[in-house]
Structures are given as C-alpha cells and as structure tokens.
C-alpha cells in the first residue's frame, strides 16, 4: 500500500509540473503577444499623421484670392492626400521631403455658408483633420480706409502705453517675460489700455493710430540676442513667432477687433505694423522650413546683412555687397525670407490679406521696406489694392538722403519693377527737423529738404515726423527744448504730407535711446506715480505743450489748406521760414522764427491769391493781426515762435 501510494503521488506531482509548464509557456505567448500588439500600435500611432496648424485659419468665399493655399503643419503627411468639405474643393497639393508640411489650394464655393469647416488628412496609416473656416466678409463701409494727408497718426508702441488687462502680464506659455523694471521685458502694456484710452487720443486731435506689430513673438527668453550681455524679449513685437497669432501679453484676436471697432466707432483709423523681411529667431520654420528656399541660407550657413543700402539704387553695384544686404540676416540671427521662393511669397500675401480682411484695419505701416525685392512688392501691393482699392500703405526706408529714400515709392519702375508703395516714413525731413528745431541749427535746412521734393513720385502722400520708437526722444537731442518741440509739432502738423506723432511726445518725455525712448506712458499702469493721461496729473509745463499739441493738431482737421492745400513757400532765411498751404478757395499761411531773437519778415504774397487790403489773424496768438500792402505782408515774431494767419 505504501510502494502504490508512493507511485500515485509521484504521478500526481508529474502530472503538475506538465501543466506549471504549460500555464508558463502560455502566459509567456500571451504576453509576447501583448508585447508585439502594443508595439505595432505604438508604431502605428507614431507614423499616424498630425496637424498642429493651419495658415490661413480661414478665409472668403467672396475674396480676390480662391483658391486660397493653406500651409499645414504637422507630422508624418510624407504621403498625405486632402478630402474636401461642404463648400471646399481640394486641389493641388505637396508636402515636404520631411512630411512637416503640406501645401493645399482650397476652392471655396462662391455660395458656401460661413462656419467651420474640417478637412480630412488621409495617409497610409491613418488620418486626421484640419480645421478651417469659411468667413463672413466686413462691410466696406467704415474699414479699410486708407489713410491720406487728411489724418493725423499717432504712432503707439502697445507694451508700453498702457496697462489695462494685468491679467495677461504673465501669461501661462509665457512664463517670467514680465518686468516693469527692466527695459527689455515685457511691461503690460496691451491692447485693453489702447481702448480704455481712445478718449484720450481722441480729444488730442488724432484721427489714425500706427500701433507697433501685434504679431504673436517668442514664449521665451531671446537668449541668441542679448541686452546689455544679458537675454531680452520680443516686447516690440518685431520677430514674429506666429505670423498669424496675436501676441498673449496684448490680448487675442477677439480684443483686437473690440479695438478697431471701438476706434472706428470714435472715427479713429488703425494701422498695421507688417514685418515681411524675417522671422523671430525661434520661429518653427528656422530649423524645419516648409521648402528648400523658404530662407535666404540656413541658420548655420547665411550671409550677414552689412547694410550697404546704396547698392540697391547704384546702376553699377558690386554684386556680393548687394547680395549680403538683401539676403543677409539682421544682426546675423534674424532669418531672412527669402520672397523669390514662390510659396514664400503667397503665404506673405495672404497673410496681410487676412489681417486686413479679419479686422477691418485700415493701413499697413511695412517694417524693412528696402531689403524686400520689388518684384515682390508689385505682387504684394497690387493684391491688396485689388480687393481693397482705398487701403494705403507706409513704407520704413530708414534713410536721411532723399534720393536714397525717394528711389523706393511707387510709381516709377525701379529695378525692373514698380513696387506700387504709396507712401514712405519721411525720414530725411525727420533729421532737418531734429537739427533745426531740437539742436537750435539753421533753420533754412527744412526747406532745402523739402526742395527736393520733385524727386518722389508723389511728395504729398510722405509720413512726416519729429519722434518714433527706433530712435532716441525729440527732448534728449543736444540742445532741445519745450519751445523747440512746440515749433517741430507746428512744422509737421502743417507742411505737407501726414503728420504722425509719437506716444509720449505730446508731454515732452524723454530718453536719449532706442531702449528708454519706448519708455512706459506716465499713468497707463498700475502704481503709476502720476497720470499723464489727465490734465490734473500733468505739470504745468506739460499741460502747456499737450494744449498747444491737441490745439495744432486740430487745427491740421479744421482747415482744409493745411490737409489737401499746395506748399507754397514765401520766405526762408537761417533761421525763418514763411509758406502758405492754399488750395483753390482758401489759404493758411505759417511763419516760423527759429531764432532767440525776436524777428520781423517781409515777404511777397501774390504768389498764393492775397490782395492789398486783405485782413489775417493768427490763430496760434488771439488778437494778432496783419494786413496786406503793396502786395506784401510784414510779420513780427517773438523768439522761437510760430504764427498761424488764415484770411478774415
């Protein structure tokens, strides 16, 4: 009994070891299974195509452009085709080598309803979506207006105007780009401050802001360009990011058009802020381009600009210095687009389209004019002013010699191309301005200046200015003063052209460079000392040079000589200089004694239609009155002082 239970057991115990074995090879297959199962899945998910953005987001099915071509980023669309949706037909389309990028023409259908739309991104592995939308288009009336010598621009840099929205100082992606106490962070200014104060601007006598790019920049410290050797940030909006984002420190899209529509609302016209010429330098395309060409060389091999801007009108150049400041990169880390490529240059035109056709904005003031081609400019311009006739557009040629900077408006070919730019920054005024208003100099070099006029196509339309964001203030010039400033503001507000001013002047703020003259407004944030935006928050001298600011600049809108009315000038010595604004009907005179030594002029005025007798009073100095005789008209004035005579 004891040998037979033995050999039971024994055979019991076999018997679980076979089975131990089998449950073990079993739940190994299973789990190489599994294995084998998540790591195709894992595969698959990996190559399953994706996109994270789409340029333009939307567009019309009404507009100049249809097809619209979309760039999609994204990942694995080596092998990508695009389906349609309702009112959206797909044509052409191609990807680059490294399936990034997908460029598709998107056919709207002229009947299609506005509203989202998706469509499907098939490969042969998986698919997607990509969302677009079909836009309802702005009424023309009360956009797109163009601006003319009729406006007054008051040029505003958003960071630093006013705080209104603390709320996006320190925005979640964004983290640690906030610092009122460094001047090459962010300060908060946005774009809630810009509509909490239209009032403000409003009253001053301004009908058109120029705001500084609204483009959405980089989300994280400039550690390529440093500051005082130390990292900086995008507050001035200059290296876009996101060419088709608004920047998280100044709001999104919804609060800009609350903007341009509150400021339509109050007759005020918005200008754009454009950079076409480069990107920021952490922008996704630096390292990853959506074609070979997208840029002019790559951020390990490309030419430095050496700014050597005369080449570009010399009949003669030597080739490499031009080539090295049209393709060149700024400062060496700023990645040029490169407007040859023809992808490049769509994406550009459709983008300004877009903001243009998405918030109703009204002009373009186009950083960087002269490193861009003209071949491009004519596509450029030509394509706005198809789908809006009465847009207008200012061009940055930073420049004190007219003929360098004459040689960049449109009308007259140059280099092969007409580049269609209606207006210019006016520059090489600017610095006759600084020299003879701000450092006390001859006062004859304004209309020596102006004498040369015959060299732009059209004079009229040129921006005029004393200040700007790029250069150091009006009062930190060698030798400036508040009475200076009041004789640069009556110059510019009525000699031809549209004048601009800038944020800040009309209080004579101060800075001697580019960092401190963007300077924060005086009461635009929170904890403000003072508030300048109110005249109990003004100093006496301050509140004297903001009324003679905001009466000038109403005046330029009062009197229609000083808007549409030819130069005429009537007298210039070193330091005075007489000239009528007259158009058909009516006449302003100006008479300006630069001198610190009162002055009498005596001048001819037949030339602008005045007859012996005729009676004119000064609307800068109440009472003053002078009268023509034997066709001449005799002027006093006091040190540094401006006489304005309109006919009685």
Same mark, same amino acid.
């Given at each position: 009994?004891?040998?037979?239970?033995?050999?039971?057991?024994?055979?019991?115990?076999?018997?679980?070891?076979?089975?131990?074995?089998?449950?073990?090879?079993?739940?190994?297959?299973?789990?190489?299974?599994?294995?084998?199962?998540?790591?195709?899945?894992?595969?698959?998910?990996?190559?399953?195509?994706?996109?994270?953005?789409?340029?333009?987001?939307?567009?019309? @099915?009404?507009?100049?452009?249809?097809?619209?071509?979309?760039?999609?980023?994204?990942?694995?669309?080596?092998?990508?085709?695009?389906?349609? @949706?309702?009112?959206?037909?797909?044509?052409?389309?191609?990807?680059?080598?490294?399936?990034?990028?997908?460029?598709?023409?998107?056919?709207?259908?002229?009947?299609?309803?506005?509203?989202?739309?998706?469509?499907?991104?098939?490969?042969?592995?998986?698919?997607?979506?990509?969302?677009?939308?079909?836009?309802?288009?702005?009424?023309?009336?009360?956009?797109?207006?163009?601006?003319?010598?009729?406006? &007054?621009?008051?040029?505003?840099?958003?960071?630093?105007?006013?705080?209104?929205? %603390?709320?996006?100082?320190?925005?979640?992606?964004?983290?640690?780009?906030?610092?009122?106490?460094?001047?090459?962070?962010?300060?908060?200014?946005?774009?809630?401050?810009?509509?909490?104060?239209?009032?403000?601007?409003?009253?001053?006598?301004?009908?058109?802001?120029?705001?500084?790019?609204?483009?959405?920049? $980089?989300? *994280?410290?400039?550690?390529?360009?440093?500051?005082?050797?130390?990292?900086?940030?995008?507050?001035?909006?200059?290296?876009?990011?996101?060419?088709?984002?608004?920047?998280?420190?100044?709001?999104?899209?919804?609060?800009?058009?609350?903007?341009?529509?509150?400021?339509?609302?109050?007759?005020?016209?918005?200008?754009?802020?454009?950079?076409?010429?480069?990107?920021?330098?952490?922008?996704?395309?630096?390292?990853?381009?959506?074609?070979?060409?997208?840029?002019?060389?790559? *951020?390990?091999?490309?030419?430095?600009?050496?700014?050597?801007?005369?080449?570009?009108?010399?009949?003669?150049?030597?080739?490499?210095?031009?080539?090295?400041?049209?393709?060149?990169?700024?400062?060496?880390?700023?990645?040029?687009?490169?407007?040859?490529?023809?992808?490049?240059?769509?994406?550009?035109?459709?983008?300004?389209?877009?903001?243009?056709?998405?918030?109703?904005?009204?002009?373009?003031?186009?950083?960087?004019?002269?490193?861009?081609?003209?071949?491009?400019? *004519?596509?450029?311009?030509?394509?706005?002013?198809?789908? $809006?006739?009465?847009?207008?557009?200012?061009?940055?040629?930073?420049?004190?010699?007219? &003929?360098?900077?004459? $040689?960049?408006?449109?009308?007259?070919?140059?280099?092969?191309?007409?580049?269609?730019?209606?207006?210019?920054?006016?520059?090489?005024?600017? $610095?006759?301005?600084?020299?003879?208003?701000?450092?006390?100099?001859?006062?004859?070099?304004?209309?020596?200046?102006?004498?040369?006029?015959?060299?732009?196509?059209?004079?009229?339309?040129? &921006?005029?200015?004393?200040?700007?964001?790029?250069?150091?203030?009006?009062?930190?010039?060698?030798?400036?003063?508040?009475?200076?400033?009041?004789?640069?503001?009556?110059?510019?507000?009525?000699?031809?052209?549209?004048?601009?001013?800038?944020?800040?002047?009309?209080?004579?703020?101060?800075?001697?460079?580019?960092?401190?003259?963007? @300077?924060?407004?005086?009461?635009?944030?929170?904890?403000?000392?003072?508030?300048?935006?109110?005249?109990?928050?003004?100093?006496?001298?301050?509140?004297?040079?903001?009324?003679?600011?905001?009466?000038?600049?109403?005046?330029?809108?009062?009197?229609? %000589?000083?808007?549409?009315?030819?130069?005429?000038?009537?007298?210039?010595?070193?330091?005075?200089?007489?000239?009528?604004?007259?158009?058909?009907?009516?006449?302003?005179?100006?008479?300006?004694?630069?001198?610190?030594?009162?002055?009498?002029?005596?001048?001819?005025?037949?030339?602008?239609?005045?007859?012996?007798?005729?009676?004119?009073?000064? *609307?800068?100095?109440?009472?003053?009155?002078?009268?023509?005789?034997?066709?001449?008209?005799?002027?006093?004035?006091?040190?540094?002082?401006?006489?304005?005579?309109?006919?009685?």
């Amino acid at each position: 009994m004891r040998r037979a239970e033995h050999s039971e057991v024994q055979a019991r115990s076999e018997r679980d070891d076979k089975e131990n074995r089998a449950s073990h090879f079993a739940l190994k297959f299973i789990f190489a299974a599994l294995t084998l199962l998540l790591t195709v899945q894992l595969c698959f998910s990996q190559n399953t195509p994706r996109v994270l953005k789409v340029d333009p987001p939307s567009w019309w @099915a009404d507009h100049s452009i249809n097809p619209v071509r979309l760039l999609i980023r994204g990942a694995n669309l080596g092998d990508a085709r695009v389906a349609g @949706a309702e009112g959206l037909r797909v044509g052409a389309t191609s990807i680059n080598a490294a399936g990034t990028y997908l460029f598709a023409d998107v056919q709207i259908d002229p009947q299609a309803k506005a509203g989202l739309r998706h469509l499907k991104i098939v490969t042969s592995v998986g698919s997607t979506e990509a969302s677009f939308e079909i836009l309802q288009s702005l009424s023309v009336a009360g956009h797109f207006q163009g601006f003319s010598p009729d406006d &007054v621009i008051y040029l505003i840099m958003i960071d630093r105007f006013s705080d209104g929205d %603390p709320a996006n100082n320190d925005p979640a992606q964004a983290r640690g780009l906030y610092d009122r106490a460094n001047k090459f962070y962010y300060h908060g200014g946005d774009l809630q401050g810009i509509i909490n104060h239209l009032p403000y601007l409003k009253d001053l006598g301004v009908t058109a802001l120029w705001l500084t790019p609204w483009y959405d920049n $980089y989300d *994280r410290l400039n550690e390529i360009e440093l500051k005082d050797g130390k990292p900086c940030t995008g507050f001035h909006g200059y290296n876009p990011q996101d060419f088709y984002g608004v920047e998280e420190h100044f709001g999104n899209l919804a609060k800009l058009r609350e903007l341009i529509a509150a400021a339509h609302k109050l007759g005020l016209k918005i200008i754009q802020d454009e950079v076409v010429n480069h990107t920021g330098p952490y922008h996704p395309w630096v390292d990853d381009p959506p074609t070979p060409t997208w840029f002019n060389g790559t *951020r390990a091999h490309h030419l430095k600009n050496v700014f050597q801007t005369w080449t570009l009108h010399d009949p003669r150049p030597v080739k490499s210095l031009k080539k090295e400041t049209m393709e060149g990169w700024f400062l060496d880390f700023l990645p040029d687009l490169n407007q040859h490529d023809p992808e490049v240059a769509r994406y550009l035109i459709q983008n300004t389209l877009w903001w243009i056709g998405v918030t109703g904005l009204d002009g373009i003031r186009m950083d960087t004019w002269q490193y861009v081609p003209n071949t491009f400019w *004519r596509q450029w311009t030509a394509a706005i002013k198809r789908e $809006y006739p009465k847009f207008a557009v200012v061009g940055e040629v930073k420049d004190g010699d007219v &003929v360098h900077a004459s $040689y960049f408006q449109g009308g007259v070919v140059r280099d092969g191309s007409d580049s269609g730019l209606d207006s210019l920054l006016d520059f090489p005024l600017f $610095y006759s301005i600084r020299h003879a208003f701000a450092e006390g100099k001859n006062l004859d070099e304004v209309p020596k200046t102006l004498a040369k006029d015959y060299l732009y196509s059209n004079s009229d339309i040129l &921006v005029t200015l004393l200040g700007g964001h790029d250069d150091g203030r009006f009062m930190s010039e060698n030798g400036a003063t508040v009475a200076g400033l009041k004789l640069a503001n009556a110059f510019v507000l009525t000699t031809r052209g549209v004048p601009q001013l800038y944020y800040g002047d009309e209080i004579a703020m101060t800075g001697p460079d580019e960092p401190t003259a963007r @300077a924060d407004f005086p009461g635009g944030f929170p904890g403000d000392k003072k508030n300048a935006f109110t005249r109990e928050g003004r100093s006496p001298e301050e509140q004297d040079l903001f009324d003679y600011v905001r009466k000038m600049a109403h005046l330029h809108t009062e009197l229609l %000589p000083l808007q549409r009315g030819e130069l005429v000038s009537l007298h210039v010595s070193a330091q005075q200089y007489c000239y009528a604004r007259k158009t058909k009907t009516s006449v302003v005179l100006v008479a300006i004694n630069n001198d610190a030594n009162p002055a009498t002029i005596e001048f001819e005025i037949t030339p602008v239609g005045l007859a012996n007798g005729d009676q004119l009073v000064d *609307r800068l100095t109440l009472g003053k009155e002078v009268k023509v005789k034997n066709g001449k008209l005799s002027v006093m004035l006091s040190p540094r002082s401006v006489a304005l005579f309109v006919p009685q």
